[in-house]
């Protein structure tokens, strides 16, 4: 009997170690969510929350609390490509909120604008850096920002443009779909842009769709009529392309680039037309008239701009490239008229003035670039086409010395 308070105690004592263990214990792993979150334990934090969100699944505050968490965790203990899971969460807890009371409603919105504004920051920040740029890791950055506020159209641009600039066209036309098939509209600056990409990756019809409904529209923008005109020029509807340039050139008589190209799509019209009728029939003199006539319309054009804008050398070469061509297209013609000898005579008179308004520019073009033989052998040609051997055989000695 002397021995039993002894175990007795002994047991108590055990028991009383055991007891204080298992209340520190208790005591560690029950801090609530808040506490946890405060420390950056935010694994810990996220696991506590939704136990608590459990037990109480009307407590706002909670709710807010766990978007909070679920920001952090993302931000600070994810690399972006694998943010994603916790933004999505982020997104449809924040959305819970939204049919609570309008501070609760805003200050989830606040958290959900600051997550965006990081990742579309860093991906921003990123693509400017000049060397070294993580491709993957910026458009994570926005496929992250996009997942929080689906709806932020600057950010499917700037993942859109990415994407372009690692030449993915594929990707970027993906990036700019996905927003109609999310649910939301397109604003016009961004059907712009889709049209763009489709017209680069040679999805002509899908391009000219969005361009027509754009410039339908929106009438008074220039730039969408300027999409239209390159779409149907690369779309061969070369007949729409000159009916536009037309008015282009009309309501802009200053902007030479709407006359330059009416130009060069009405004589590539004429060669179609004037081919395919030397192919099928012979051709009348009154025929010839036409095509010399429409042919010396268009030298106009382009004479007009020589006159009116400093000489460049991408003109004097398209302008040079023009009166070669138009002379090649008479002398077609001159032979096709052959049975009418005067009408061929004619016609040839037309070819060789051709190649005589092409000269000055070929010059231009060679004295601005002595070295490159192909510009002279260009010019030696037609000095020899026109019966000038002597300045052909001139030139010939000068690039041979």
């Known amino acids: 009997m002397i021995n039993y308070p002894t175990r007795m105690t002994g047991f108590v004592l055990v028991f009383g170690i055991f007891f204080t263990l298992s209340c520190a214990s208790l005591f560690s792993t029950g801090e609530n969510a808040e506490n946890l979150y405060n420390q950056n334990k935010y694994a810990a934090a996220l696991e506590k929350v939704d136990r608590e969100l459990a037990d109480d699944p009307e407590n706002h505050q ?49 958290v959900l604008k600051s997550a965006w504004s990081h990742e579309q920051s860093e991906g921003v920040r990123q693509l400017q850096q000049e060397e070294n740029t993580d491709i993957d890791r910026v458009i994570a950055h926005f496929s992250n920002a996009i997942t929080i506020i689906p709806d932020s159209i600057v950010t499917y641009n700037l993942k859109a443009t990415t994407h372009f600039r690692n030449n993915d066209l594929g990707k970027a036309i993906e990036t700019l779909e996905s927003i109609e098939k999310s649910g939301y509209n397109r ?28 410039a339908a529209s929106h009438p008074e923008s220039e730039i969408y009529r300027q999409g239209l005109v390159n779409a149907y020029i690369l779309g061969e ?8 340039l037309e008015q282009l050139a009309e309501e802009f008589p200053n902007r030479a680039e709407y006359r330059e190209a009416l130009a060069t799509e009405r004589f590539y019209l004429l060669k179609i037309e004037a081919r395919n009728q030397m192919a099928a029939e012979e051709i009348s003199e009154e025929d010839a008239d036409r095509y010399v006539t429409a042919i010396n319309d268009i030298s106009t ?19 040079a490239e023009f009166h070669i ?29 051709h190649l005589h308004n092409a000269l000055p520019y070929l010059r231009s ?17 037609i000095y020899n086409q026109l019966g000038m051997e002597h300045e052909a055989e001139t030139l010939e000695r000068q690039i041979n010395f």
């Not at 972006?80 to 999505?88: A, E, F, K, M």
């Not at 509807?237 to 536009?244: C, P």
């Not at 073009?365 to 040609?381: G, H, K, M, T």
């Open 62 to 110: 909670l709710t807010l609390l766990k978007t909070q968490i679920l920001r952090d965790y993302a931000i600070h203990e994810r690399s972006p490509s694998d943010r994603q899971l916790l933004y999505q969460n982020l997104r449809s807890t924040a959305d819970e909120l939204r049919f609570s009371t309008d501070q609760f409603t805003a200050k989830s919105d606040s």
């Open 237 to 244: 509807r070369h007949g729409q392309s000159i009916e536009l």
């Open 325 to 353: 061509s138009a002379s090649g297209l008479l002398n077609e013609l001159g032979t096709v008229a052959e049975a009418d000898s005067d009408l061929s005579q004619k016609v040839s008179d037309e070819a060789e003035a």
């Open 187 to 214: 604003p016009p600056e961004t059907e712009e842009k889709l049209a763009y990409l489709y017209l680069e990756a040679g999805m002509i019809d899908q391009s000219i769709e969005i361009y027509e409904q754009l």
């Open 301 to 319: 054009i382009y004479s007009d701009i020589d006159n009116a804008l400093p000489t460049s050398e991408e003109r004097n070469e398209r302008i």
């Open 365 to 381: 073009l060679f004295e601005s670039n002595a070295d490159n033989v192909a510009y002279a052998q260009r010019l030696i040609r």
